[in-house]
């Protein structure tokens, strides 16, 4: 039976740099000794499916025309979220909160996955800088409650 591998981070913002990452991620999954499959939470599912056929994509977020749909999301995430074994957090400068909403929308979908029983793994993420007490708060226990951490640089 294949293990159920989520993935999450800046993916689907055309970034190549992020996509970069995401394949080093994939060709880590695959070389595995056990079958995976894996589900990447996108930002664009259409445009990661494209350029990794192998994976079921999903969207992060659910909109109502331009507004992100707050309980339709968290629904869709909890049910993609359900039906997985691991999430693995990974790449980038994920552990921030110098954006608006970014230390919440990474960490609070770590929470929700452990509500799921899905441990959850950050894996060669940049943290910081982390300006605020709520960023401050908010990533430090999610990263406590993580099952592995693991970061790309010395200053994370």
Known sequence: MAVRIGVLGNYGHHNNGDEAILLGILEQLAAWPV???VTVFSFDPADT???????????ILQRRGRRVA??????????QLRR???LIIGGGALLM???????LLYTGIARLARLAGVPVVYHAVGAGPIETGLGRWLIRASANQAASVSV????S
Do not use: G, I, K
């Open 35 to 37: 079958e995976t499959r």
């Open 49 to 59: 499916r494209n350029r990794h056929p192998q994976v079921e994509a999903v969207p």
């Open 70 to 79: 707050m309980w339709p999301t968290l629904r869709a995430l909890y049910r």
């Open 84 to 86: 997985l074994d691991l």
């Open 97 to 103: 909160d110098t954006f608006r909403n970014q230390a």
């Open 152 to 155: 790309r640089d010395s200053e």
